[in-house]
Every structure is written in C-alpha cells, then in structure tokens.
C-alpha cells in the first residue's frame, strides 16, 4: 500500500509567521498535487507539480517537488487567517488515480 | 454550470439499513471517485469510474457498491450499514485522470 505522510499534522501559528508543511513517501510519483479544504467543503487543486526539483509559486505559497519524485514541501511566508484550512497532498503512482495524505490542518490566529 | 453535486448533504442510517448517495457532474467528465474522508487519514479511495458503464475498486470498497449507468452520474451504495461507514463522502470528477474537482461532501451517521 502506497502512504504519503504529511507533517506536521497540527499548526497553530501566528499571522505573519512563515510555515512549511511535509509531503513524504517511500514511492515515486508521476505528479503531485496540493489541496486546501475548508470547514464543510470538498477540497480544492491548488497546484500540480510534475518534475522533479519543480519549484511553484503562487502568491504566498511555494510548492516543491522532490529531485526523486517522492516528497514534496508546501511554504507559506506571512500566513494570514485566511490561509486557515486542511492541506492535503495527493500523489499519482501513474494510474488514474491518486493517493491522498493524511492531511495537514493549519489555523492562522490574528 | 453546477460543478459537482451531492445528494444528500447529512444522513442517519440505523446499522443493517441500505441507502445510496447520487453525484452528478455537469462538466461532461469522463473519470469520477467516491471517496471517504475520516479523522486523520485524509481521503481513502473507495471506488472509481473511467466511463461510463465502468467501475473499478480503489482502496477500501469492502460494503460499497457502485454504478454509472450515464456519465453524469456515479452511485454509491451502502447495502447493510454499519457503524465503520460513519465518515464523509466526497465525490470527484476529473478529465481523464488530471484536476479533479469534488463536490461538498455527505456526511453520514450510522447508529
């Protein structure tokens, strides 16, 4: 069975703060994604990464993937309240389907 | 253009009662997933469709069972539920295996 543990489970951090969240496995990945879910709603694509070593940037969030196509960190600078919410990275083993981690759930005070 | 939908949003079932929860896509997608989301194990594969009249097995599909009988549409049923099925459900669509969108999910209880 393939994992993806994602680390730190928990993070509770201040508004302002930077933060890095985990993505990790024993497995190769054809691509990666990062969701974010709210309270009550299905998660949505924040971004894919497919190469290994590939950097994403999206505003505040820097998404890499690993050189090996196993790990994948997500980096957040100055978290604001509204980043709030679940993170989930999903992996595809290359088949139509992915594999989802264990999540991440981070809370932004202000 | 609704995205994807699901029906119910809540439900209680009694252990041993049967129910099935519909989803529908509007994006003419031809790959759907059920999904069960629980404490902790982020989201677990249940089972998957690549077309229609299609479906296939994913991580947990023991007491489910599913049908596409028309591509907007991907049945989950529960026939005799019991208390380990308390979870959330999420459905998702994809076009052939890229971005999948999910739908708002259906929480179900089982007593």
């Known amino acids: 069975t393939q994992l993806l543990e994602q680390s730190p489970q928990f993070l509770s951090i201040q508004e302002g703060e930077n933060l890095t969240v985990y993505c990790n496995s024993s497995?190769?990945?054809?691509?990666l994604q990062w969701y974010r879910q709210e309270p009550g709603e299905g998660p949505v694509l924040l971004v894919t990464?497919?190469?290994?070593?590939e950097v994403k940037k999206l505003k505040r969030l820097t998404f890499q993937f690993g050189d090996a196509r196993k790990d994948s960190s997500l980096h957040i600078t100055a978290a604001q309240p509204g980043d709030t919410g679940l993170y989930l990275c999903a992996g595809n083993p290359g088949t139509y389907k992915y594999i989802f981690g264990t999540g991440t759930r981070l809370k932004v005070l202000a | 253009n609704a995205g994807v939908t699901q029906t119910p949003k809540f439900r209680v079932l009694k252990t041993g009662q049967s129910m099935t929860l519909l989803c529908a896509q509007d994006?003419?997608?031809?790959?759907m997933y059920w999904y069960r989301q629980d404490p902790g194990m982020g989201l677990r594969l249940i089972h998957y469709?690549?077309?229609?009249?299609?479906?296939a097995k994913g991580e947990v599909p023991d007491g489910y069972n599913v049908s596409r009988l028309k591509k907007q549409n991907f049945l989950l049923g529960l026939e005799s539920a019991a208390p380990s099925q308390t979870s959330v459900y999420f459905c998702a669509s994809s076009l052939q295996g890229g971005t999948q969108y999910f739908g708002p999910g259906t929480r179900l209880t089982v007593l």
């Open positions: 994006m003419n997608h031809e790959y």
């Open positions: 990464v497919v190469t290994g070593g």
């Open positions: 469709s690549v077309g229609e009249g299609t479906t």
């Open positions: 497995s190769v990945f054809s691509s």
